[in-house]
């Protein structure tokens, strides 16, 4: 617990409040520590390697925008489709064209794209602190259900590389199109260290 001074009227009295921090589960006893350090040892570039993982070219902003737009330490990153390290998008309709799990590997390359353009800005990866927010669309039919099941391709992927502080909060919405009919599209807002 921390106790933080707290002022009932403003002139008057200082008082105490008590709120659980973060890695404290009251109602259970429990404790679990969400820190970085204590999840995730290694860097995001030197994780990205041990997973063999690659990043796509950095890609070319398909209309008049910032790739990335930094405001004091928030990175707000703009849409990105799956890009292959190829050059090649991953496109089709999810529940006609893509299997939900051929989504969800496209959202995973959607994650990489996202990350080389930040890589590109930052110069490292290590620089970032955490996931704050990602938006995830999906192409998918009418009738399709499942969008955050798809999106989690990427959540995964960033809980992989930076522990708890790659989860944050997140919107999954389904699409009647996305452009060049990219299966998947997701923009994301980065907190990231000095």
Do not use: W
Request: with cysteine.
């Amino acid at each position: 617990m921390v106790q933080f001074p707290f002022r009932r009227d403003y002139p008057a009295s200082l008082e105490t409040i008590v709120v659980p921090v973060r890695n404290e589960f009251p109602a259970t006893g429990a404790s679990k520590k969400f820190s970085s350090l204590e999840t995730n040892t290694m860097g995001a570039e030197a994780k990205l390697a041990e997973l063999k993982l690659e990043l796509p070219p950095v890609p070319k902003p398909g209309g008049i925008y910032k790739p990335v737009v930094q405001i004091d330490n928030v990175l707000y990153v703009s849409g990105h489709g799956p890009l292959r390290p190829d050059k090649t998008l991953i496109t089709g309709k999810v529940g006609s064209d893509l299997t939900e799990e051929e989504a969800r590997e496209a959202a995973k390359i959607t994650g990489l794209a996202m990350l080389a353009s930040l890589k590109a800005y930052l110069g490292d990866l290590d620089r970032i602190s955490r996931v704050l927010k990602l938006l995830g669309m999906v192409n998918a039919v009418p009738d399709f259900q499942t969008h955050p099941a798809v999106i989690n391709g990427c959540s995964e992927l960033f809980r992989e590389l930076f522990g708890e502080d790659g989860v944050g909060a997140r919107s999954a919405v389904g699409m009647g199109s996305l452009p060049g009919n990219i299966s998947v599209e997701i923009e994301g807002i980065f907190e990231i260290r000095g």
